[in-house]
């Protein structure tokens, strides 16, 4: 990634690194000398301090000419620890004589000459003088034949009659510092190449679970709230790490709750509509059913009022059609508030096991009269029980509008069937009404479980149908969670239904109760 910690870092760590190769190059470059020269002028100072105190108790004119192999005195020694360590000659001359007494230079003549020119101011090439003492001074003079620098001290010891000359070269430093500055490059680009390297590699741990914050923040983006920060670092990251998965545990059960809410709340809107468009059509509905019956009683009974009915027989008519009007309209009332209240709910279905044929030659025997007076046969051969598992009363319901309607739409032969079929591997039992008669229109079949539809009006009226029976129906099977239906057959029109095939067992009630 272009703008990662660990591509930053990682630059950062170049940044820094080439910072510090750079300040050391440059300290190497204008600091180096001027320390080294100071370095070195002190090494003169502390070797002046300790040849001025030995002369002070041994006068150089009692002292043995200096020779590398007679170095025993004190002197001897300073001398050439300071040859071999500091590479600085002495020349240490007489003031009297002139002679150069002690000297650990190989041309001490040479160096005696230029100690007389300085003193005598008879010296031509050019001196900078770096630092002057009383008896002494500390000089850079400078050699334009081999172009090399040398640092100097020269002047009188404390006994005044003894002259030095101390010589160090310089031009060793400007070598060290060039030396040191390409040893400096060539480290420094490895250490730097090395460096970056570990730290690539290095910052992945720390990295890495950034990275997986980060991929767990965008699942949460998403809302899915299942992934989980898996690592185990004490550290700061880790504590992110494990606030993130509670954030993500109280973010999850705090939209499930919303979910919950809203889906509530729609289910409560989508009810308060539903409960208002059947409030809606349940009043259009029984509003143009009973404009009828309402209207026929309203009529006959005026006219009994009036006196239009003088002779009994006229009366007894006048006063049935409103008691059957009235009948009518009671029983509608009585069906449409069982159909509200299965619709909402509010009776379900108690499960029980009983025998589906005996209620069938129940329904038969109640029906007798009415099947009488309609002048129908009925059949029902089924002897033996079939048990089902059901709400006893209300499959009893079903079976009776199922043959009520078949009784009243029977025609020709004015035959009804009831046949029981046991379906093995559906493990159910099918119940089929059929009676002969014009058949139902295809388009017409899908709309016969619709509150108060009626193929043909004129008969339905007829017999006082209500269109709300197989309604009835509808609604009992959807409680049962069973499959019902119509359907046209050769020689008339067959409804059917569904049960659960069941054993003997205690009643209970349906699921969802």
């Known amino acids: 990634m272009r703008h990662s910690i660990r591509t930053r870092m990682t630059l950062i760590f170049i940044g820094v690194t080439m910072l510090m190769l750079l300040a050391v190059w440059a300290a190497n470059t204008w600091l180096l000398e001027d320390y080294y020269v100071r370095n070195k002028i002190g090494i003169l100072e502390r070797c002046y301090t300790q040849i001025d105190e030995i002369l002070r108790e041994n006068p150089l004119s009692e002292m043995e000419p200096y020779s590398e192999d007679n170095n025993a005195d004190e002197l001897s020694e300073l001398i050439k620890t300071m040859g071999e360590r500091y590479n600085t000659t002495i020349v240490l001359v007489d003031n009297v004589t002139g002679k150069a007494m002690v000297s650990s230079a190989r041309d001490k003549a040479f160096l005696a000459r230029r100690l007389f020119g300085y003193a005598l101011d008879q010296y031509d090439e050019p001196v900078d003088l770096i630092k002057e003492h009383e008896d002494y001074v500390i000089q850079r003079s400078y050699n334009p034949i081999d172009r090399t620098a040398d640092l100097e001290a020269w002047g009188f010891f404390a006994d005044g009659s003894t002259l030095f000359i101390m010589a160090m070269p310089l031009s060793s430093v400007w070598e060290s510092v060039e030396i040191s500055n390409r040893f400096l490059l060539l480290v420094g680009s490895v250490v730097m190449a090395a460096g970056c390297a570990a730290i690539y590699f290095a910052t992945r741990k720390f990295t890495q679970p950034v990275l997986e914050l980060a991929r767990l923040s965008e699942e949460m983006t998403r809302l899915n709230f299942d992934v989980k920060f898996e690592g185990h670092q004490q550290d700061e990251v880790g504590i992110l790490g494990r606030n993130m998965n509670e954030l993500s545990d109280k973010l999850k059960e705090t939209i499930t709750e919303l979910r919950e809410a809203n889906l509530q709340l729609q289910k409560d809107i989508d009810e308060k509509i539903q409960i208002d468009e059947m409030r809606k059509e349940f009043i259009a509905n029984v509003?143009?059913?009973?404009?009828?019956?309402?209207?026929?009683?309203?009529?006959?009974?005026?006219?009994?009022?009036?006196?239009?009915?003088?002779?009994?027989?006229?009366?007894?008519?006048?006063?049935?059609?409103?008691?059957?009007?009235?009948?009518?309209?009671?029983?509608?009332?009585?069906?449409?508030?069982?159909?509200?209240?299965?619709?909402?709910?509010?009776?379900?279905p108690v499960m029980e096991v009983f025998d589906l044929a005996s209620v069938i030659r129940g329904i038969l025997t109640s029906s007798s009269i009415m099947i009488q007076q309609k002048e129908a046969k009925v059949v029902f051969e089924q002897q033996e029980p079939v048990m089902v598992r059901a709400d006893e009363f209300k499959i009893e319901e079903v079976v009776t509008n199922y043959l009520t309607n078949a009784l009243n739409h029977a025609d020709g032969e004015r035959r009804v069937e009831i046949r029981l079929q046991i379906m093995e591997e559906e493990n159910q039992v099918k119940t089929t009404v059929f009676n002969t008669g014009e058949p139902i229109p295809e388009e017409a079949i899908p709309q016969l479980w619709t509150k108060f539809y009626k193929v043909d009006k004129a008969r339905t009226r007829a017999y006082g149908g209500s269109g709300i029976g197989l309604s009835i129906v509808k609604a009992i099977m959807e409680s049962h969670h069973q499959q019902y239906g119509a359907r046209n057959v050769p020689g008339g029109v067959e409804f059917w239904f569904t049960l659960e095939r069941g054993e003997e067992t205690e009643a209970q009630p349906a699921e969802g109760q």
Do not use: W
């Not at 069906?335 to 509200?340: A, F, G, K, M, S």
């Open 287 to 348: 509003s143009h059913e009973l404009k009828t019956p309402i209207a026929l009683i309203q009529g006959y009974a005026e006219g009994l009022s009036v006196g239009m009915c003088e002779d009994e027989e006229s009366r007894n008519y006048y006063c049935g059609v409103i008691v059957d009007e009235a009948v009518k309209m009671n029983r509608m009332v009585r069906q449409l508030l069982n159909l509200t209240a299965l619709e909402f709910g509010r009776d379900m």
